[in-house]
C-alpha cells in the first residue's frame, strides 16, 4: 500500500486540496452556508484526479526516456516517483493506475454535476482534459513551454473556480481574482522542480520554461512569481476586495525570500537547489492557507 501511496506523489497533493479549501470558503463567506457532504466528493474528486494525472506523468516520462535518463533525481522533488525505474511497478501497472484514478475521479465529477449544475462540467472537462495532455502525446504540453501555464490554470484557476461551484452553483470574478495567486505559486513549484531536471529534459526532448530560457536567465526570472503574487494580494486587501484576514498569506513572505535567493545563488547547482525547492511549496502552502482563512473568518 505504501508503493501505491507514494506513486501519486503525495508530498504535492497539497497544491490541489489548498484551493479546493479556498473556493469552499469563498462561497461559505459569500452564502453564509457549507454544504459539507458536497464538499467532501469535490476534495476526494480533485485529489483522486491529480494522483492520477502524477502517476500518468510518469508513465509517459518512462516512455519518452526523461526519468531514465536522470541518474540523480532530487527525490521526493524532482525526477518522478521513480516506481518504474526501481523496478516497484511495471510500466503497465503505472498505467492502469493513473487511469483507474482518474476514472474514479471523473465518476464522482459527474456525480457533482448532476446535485450542482452543468457549468462544473465544462471546468471539469478543461481540467481533467488538460491533465492529462501535459504529459501524454501528440500534445504533451509539459514538452513545448506551456507546462507551468496549464499546470497554474489546472491547480489554481479552474479548482478554486470548480470548488466554488459546487457550493454556490455559479462563478464569480472575486473568485477569479482570487485564485490568480495561488495559480502563480502552484506554477512556480514546477518552474524551480525544472532547474535539477534541466538537462534530462532537454535530452528527453522536455521544452520545460527552464529548457526554453536556460538555467541562468530563468533564475533571473523565477522571482516574478511571488512579487506578483503579493502584489495581487496587496491591491485587494488596498481596495476591499479581500477581507483583511487575508493579510495572513504575507507570513509567506519569507519563504519566497529565500526561494528568490538561493534560485539565484545556485541555479547551476543541483543539490544546493533543495531549500530553494522546499520554500517555493510552503510559500504555495502559506499563501493559500492565509487567504482560506481570510474568507473563513470573513464568513
Known amino acids: 500500500m505504501k508503493t501505491w501511496l507514494l506513486a501519486t506523489r503525495p508530498q504535492f497533493l497539497t497544491a490541489i486540496i489548498v484551493p479546493v479549501l479556498l473556493g469552499t470558503a469563498m462561497a461559505w463567506a459569500s452564502t453564509q452556508q457549507l454544504q459539507l457532504t458536497l464538499f467532501f ?33 532530487l527525490s521526493p522533488f524532482a525526477g518522478g516517483s521513480r516506481m518504474i525505474q526501481r523496478q516497484l511497478l511495471s510500466p503497465r501497472q503505472m498505467a492502469i493506475y493513473g487511469w483507474a484514478l482518474m ?27 488538460t491533465g492529462v495532455l501535459y504529459s501524454m502525446p501528440p500534445l504533451a504540453l509539459h514538452s513545448r513551454a506551456l507546462g507551468e501555464l496549464f499546470v497554474g490554470i489546472n491547480f489554481g484557476l479552474l479548482t478554486v473556480l470548480g470548488a466554488y461551484y ?9 473568485a477569479v481574482y482570487t485564485a490568480l495567486p495561488v495559480a ?22 522536455k521544452q520545460t520554461l527552464v529548457v526554453y530560457l536556460g538555467k541562468q536567465r530563468a533564475s533571473q526570472f523565477f522571482i516574478l512569481f511571488p512579487v506578483l503574487s503579493f502584489a495581487l494580494i496587496g491591491l485587494g486587501l488596498a481596495v476591499g476586495w ?23 545563488e545556485h541555479f547551476a547547482q543541483k543539490h544546493a537547489l533543495l531549500p530553494a525547492m522546499k520554500s517555493t511549496i510552503l510559500l504555495h502552502l502559506i499563501v ?4 482560506t482563512l481570510g474568507f473563513s473568518l470573513a464568513s
Open 103 to 129: 476514472g474514479i475521479g471523473c465518476v464522482l465529477g459527474l456525480l457533482l454535476v448532476g446535485l450542482t449544475g452543468w457549468g462544473l462540467l465544462i471546468i471539469g472537462f478543461i481540467g481533467v482534459s
Open 166 to 174: 459546487v457550493q454556490t452553483e455559479t462563478v464569480s470574478w472575486l
Open 41 to 73: 466528493i469535490a476534495l476526494v474528486a480533485a485529489i483522486l484526479c491529480h494522483a492520477g494525472a502524477n502517476v500518468l506523468n510518469d508513465y509517459y516520462d518512462h516512455l519518452n526516456q526523461a526519468d531514465e535518463l536522470n541518474q540523480d533525481p
Open 288 to 291: 493559500s492557507l492565509g487567504l
Open 242 to 264: 479581500l477581507p483583511k484576514g487575508c493579510a495572513f498569506a504575507f507570513l509567506a513572505m519569507p519563504f519566497a525570500v529565500q526561494a528568490v535567493r538561493v534560485s539565484h
Open 184 to 205: 502563480l505559486l502552484v506554477s512556480a513549484i514546477l518552474y524551480i522542480n525544472g532547474f535539477p531536471d534541466c538537462e534530462t529534459d532537454q535530452q528527453a526532448g
